[in-house]
Every structure is written in structure tokens, then in C-alpha cells.
């Protein structure tokens, strides 16, 4: 199954993709994260890349779409792939459709988790995850269950992103609002699009992509 898990920054994708993975055996793909490792990692396009991240803006298309070609050929993703966070443009989309034609693959379904922005500031704000294993949890909403010890993998190691700031959150949404949104009506004439309540609590939202995965 191949699907993408689409909204804008805070709306949730990243939490319910780590459930899907768990529950569905998918290969959650979070281009955020391939980019922040490599920033991490210090490469040349990591170091621009976390620029970019800074400012709240996007990276440009075609580096995005050679880092997701390149990673859907690999074995991990043969069971199915969860997209998290691209396509956020509609050149992003239309090569993506281009690259899964070439292999004889189509997408099962774009998953649009809808988030007003006012709750969306708040959730950016308060996110934190584990260093170790991506676990994501939240100051006011989603503390581990032992204070300071990962529920998943026990890890006492904790990380906040530097782009989780009220300033750049405000460029975010300015990105996703101007730049990605355009790719929803672009789905919806294809008849992949399917919406979830994201402001519903976390157990709430996977139980609508449930039912969703079960209806395709
Ligand atoms: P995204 O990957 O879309 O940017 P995340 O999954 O990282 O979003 O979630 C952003 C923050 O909101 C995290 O701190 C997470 O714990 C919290 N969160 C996720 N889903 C919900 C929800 N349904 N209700 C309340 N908080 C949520
Ligand atoms: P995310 O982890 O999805 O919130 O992404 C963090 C940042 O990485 C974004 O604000 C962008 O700067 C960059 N980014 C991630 N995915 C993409 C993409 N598909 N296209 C362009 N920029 C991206």
C-alpha cells in the first residue's frame, strides 16, 4: 500500500505514520527527517538544507524529488510506503506520479488530516521527540508515561527541532497554505483524496485512518 499523509505542519502526520507503521508493516518516509540527518550529518546539501528549514521555507523540487526516488527502491519500502511531508508542491506531485508509473505502481490513497491553525502554533510549540527512535510527544498533551523515559525503546534522550519557533512556524504555514495546498483539488479530480478529522484526539484520528484503509 502506498499512501500520503498530507496537511499542514503539526497536523499529526508524523504520529499516526509511526502507528501505521507498527500496525501495517509501511515504511513511514518523512523527507523532514531525511534532511535534518543530513544536516546532522553535515554534507553540503544538508548544511543548505537546514538553512532553508530555518527560514520556514521549502527545499527546492528537484532536490526533494531525487532524495524520495532514490529512497523508494530500496527493500524496506517493498510492503508499502507512508509519504510524510512530500509532495508539498505540484511539481513534487506530478513527478512522483511519474516515478511510481515507471516502476508499475500507482498511490492507494492521499490522507489530508485537517488542523486549524490556531491549534497548530500550539502543537509546534509543545512537540519534542525522542532522540533515539522519532517517538513524538508534546509538553501539555503527550508526555512519556515515566517523565524523561521513552515509551517505545526507553531511550532517556530527548530532542526539539530548531525550526519549532513561533516565527518560523508563521512561514511554515505561509509555505503550506500558498505552495502545498494547490495539490489537495489536484488530488481530489484523481479520486484519491480522503479527509480525517486531525483535530480529534490522537486514538481518534487513527481509528478514521483506519476505517479509510479498510474502505480502499
Ligand atoms: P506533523 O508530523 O504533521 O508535523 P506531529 O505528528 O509531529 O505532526 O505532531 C505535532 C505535535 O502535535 C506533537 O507534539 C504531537 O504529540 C501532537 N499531536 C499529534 N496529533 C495530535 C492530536 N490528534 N491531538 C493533539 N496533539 C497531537
Ligand atoms: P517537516 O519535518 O515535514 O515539518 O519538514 C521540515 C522542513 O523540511 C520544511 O519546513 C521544509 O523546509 C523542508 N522540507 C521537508 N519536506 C519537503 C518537501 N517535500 N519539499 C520542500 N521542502 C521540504
Given at each position: 500500500?502506498?499512501?500520503?499523509?498530507?496537511?499542514?505542519?503539526?497536523?499529526?502526520?508524523?504520529?499516526?505514520?509511526?502507528r501505521?507503521?507498527?500496525s501495517?508493516?509501511?515504511?513511514?518516509?518523512?523527507?523532514?527527517?531525511?534532511?535534518?540527518?543530513?544536516?546532522?550529518?553535515?554534507?553540503?546539501?544538508?548544511?543548505?538544507?537546514?538553512?532553508?528549514m530555518?527560514?520556514?521555507?521549502?527545499?527546492?523540487?528537484?532536490?526533494?524529488?531525487?532524495?524520495?526516488?532514490?529512497?523508494?527502491d530500496?527493500?524496506?519500502?517493498?510492503?508499502?510506503?507512508?509519504?510524510?511531508?512530500?509532495?508539498?508542491?505540484?511539481?513534487?506531485?506530478?513527478?512522483?506520479?511519474?516515478?511510481?508509473?515507471?516502476?508499475?505502481?500507482?498511490?492507494?490513497?492521499?490522507?489530508?488530516?485537517?488542523?486549524?491553525?490556531?491549534?497548530?502554533?500550539?502543537?509546534?510549540?509543545?512537540?519534542?521527540s525522542?532522540?533515539?527512535?522519532?517517538?513524538?510527544?508534546?509538553?501539555?498533551?503527550?508526555?512519556?508515561?515515566?517523565?524523561?523515559?521513552?515509551?517505545?525503546?526507553?531511550?532517556?534522550?530527548?530532542?526539539?527541532?530548531?525550526d519549532?519557533?513561533?516565527?518560523?512556524?508563521?512561514?511554515?504555514?505561509?509555505?503550506?497554505?500558498?505552495?502545498?495546498?494547490?495539490?489537495?483539488?489536484?488530488?481530489?479530480?484523481?479520486?484519491?483524496?480522503?479527509?480525517?478529522?486531525?483535530?480529534?484526539?490522537?486514538?481518534?484520528?487513527?481509528r478514521?485512518?483506519e476505517?479509510?484503509?479498510?474502505?480502499?
Amino acid at each position: 500500500m502506498k499512501l500520503i499523509l498530507l496537511g499542514p505542519p503539526g497536523a499529526g502526520k508524523g504520529t499516526q505514520a509511526k502507528r501505521l507503521e507498527e500496525s501495517r508493516g509501511l515504511k513511514q518516509l518523512s523527507t523532514g527527517d531525511m534532511l535534518r540527518a543530513g544536516a546532522e550529518a553535515g554534507t553540503a546539501l544538508g548544511r543548505e538544507a537546514d538553512r532553508i528549514m530555518k527560514a520556514g521555507k521549502l527545499v527546492p523540487d528537484g532536490i526533494m524529488i531525487d532524495m524520495i526516488a532514490e529512497r523508494i527502491d530500496k527493500p524496506d519500502c517493498q510492503r508499502g510506503f507512508i509519504l510524510d511531508g512530500f509532495p508539498r508542491t505540484v511539481p513534487q506531485a506530478e513527478a512522483l506520479d511519474a516515478m511510481l508509473a515507471k516502476r508499475g505502481q500507482k498511490l492507494d490513497a492521499v490522507i489530508e488530516m485537517l488542523v486549524n491553525d490556531a491549534v497548530l502554533v500550539d502543537r509546534i510549540a509543545g512537540r519534542f521527540s525522542c532522540a533515539k527512535c522519532g517517538a513524538v510527544y508534546h509538553d501539555n498533551t503527550k508526555q512519556p508515561k515515566v517523565a524523561g523515559v521513552c515509551d517505545v525503546c526507553g531511550s532517556k534522550d530527548f530532542k526539539r527541532r530548531p525550526d519549532d519557533n513561533a516565527e518560523t512556524v508563521r512561514a511554515r504555514l505561509q509555505a503550506y497554505h500558498q505552495q502545498t495546498a494547490p495539490i489537495i483539488p489536484y488530488y481530489k479530480i484523481k479520486g484519491l483524496l480522503r479527509q480525517v478529522d486531525g483535530m480529534a484526539d490522537v486514538d481518534a484520528v487513527t481509528r478514521q485512518i483506519e476505517a479509510v484503509l479498510e474502505d480502499l
